[in-house]
């Protein structure tokens, strides 16, 4: 078996199944990328006749990690992040993001899509303060006893957590919950969490009836996502700090004591919302 894809037999090498859509496959192909199949690309259509403006949501997704990654490295002088649920290698990668601002910025990448794991690995490690972790985070004592993660984590200096667009793959509400909790229990004082998740304000208006629409037809390909309220993705960050401007829109976060950015396409203003809280 070599690293290319095989399409006759629809697997890969590495585990990777052609067949059916992978998140990462699909969300890549969102921003443009290539790692991606016929079922990813038949489900991004499927997505786009309900939401056409769902690319502009994965934009603006990276255009807040970006905010978030250099505002942290800069302002907050973060030097070590773990971006969990990383997903395919796109543009801007966290420790490139992370490394422009300080060179010595560490990053571990954690995620399991077998995609991510075979084509993303060798192009997340491109220098020896990147490492890579092919884990369940759904099993955060796993994730947690990984040496890559734990010799992060053992200076005690602040950390950066950042989940985007990872927390609501995960279809049960306190489990989701548990599983953020146990990884911030497991931060430095002083440390953060960067969160960005689906959300349905589930108040029958336009909003609430296009997510619902677009959770039914990705519900085959996606069993486990989650839309979620506003004050559900704000509990997820538990006793922490919430920051300014607090659980926002995407479009509407800003670096606190900063300015939000020129006001966005329509589509785009209420499915997303983001997050970023201090531990204590
Ligand atoms: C929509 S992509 C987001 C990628 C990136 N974080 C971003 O925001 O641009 C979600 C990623 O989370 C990963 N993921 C979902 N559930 C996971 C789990 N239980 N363990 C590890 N990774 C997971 C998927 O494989 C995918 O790469």
Not at 2 to 18: C, E, F, S
């Amino acid at each position: 078996m070599t690293d290319q894809p095989t399409y006759d037999t629809g697997l890969v090498a590495h585990g990777i199944d052609t067949t059916r859509p992978s998140v990462a496959r699909v969300y890549d192909y969102f921003l443009g990328g290539k790692d991606n199949y016929e079922a990813d690309r038949e489900l991004y259509r499927q997505i786009m006749k309900i939401a056409p403006e769902a690319p502009e949501w994965a934009r603006a997704n990276r255009r807040w990690l970006k905010d978030v990654v250099t505002w942290l490295a800069e302002d907050r002088g973060v030097r070590r992040f773990i971006d969990a649920g990383s997903g395919l290698p796109t543009a801007e990668n966290t420790h490139q993001i992370a490394q422009r601002v300080k060179p010595a910025s560490e990053v571990v990448y954690v995620d399991n899509d077998p995609s991510v794991v075979a084509h993303g690995r060798a192009l997340l490690l491109d220098n020896d303060r990147t490492r890579f972790v092919a884990a369940d985070l759904t099993k955060p004592a796993d994730v947690l006893a990984d040496p890559a993660i734990r010799q992060l984590l053992a200076p005690g200096e602040p950390v950066a957590l950042v989940m985007a667009l990872m927390l609501h793959h995960i279809a049960d509400y306190e489990q989701t919950r548990e599983i953020a909790r146990e990884y911030v229990d497991a931060l430095p004082p002083g440390s953060f969490l960067a969160i960005t998740h689906a959300c349905n304000p589930g108040d029958g208006g336009p909003v609430d009836v296009l997510v619902t629409e677009l959770a039914d037809k990705v519900r085959h390909a996606f069993p486990t996502l989650a839309f979620r309220t506003v004050e559900e993705i704000s509990s997820l960050f538990g006793e922490m700090e919430i920051l300014e401007p607090g659980v926002v829109r995407l479009v509407d976060w800003h670096v606190p004591g900063g300015r939000p950015e020129e006001e966005p396409e329509a589509g785009v203003r209420d499915a997303i919302y983001g997050g970023v809280g201090r531990k204590r």
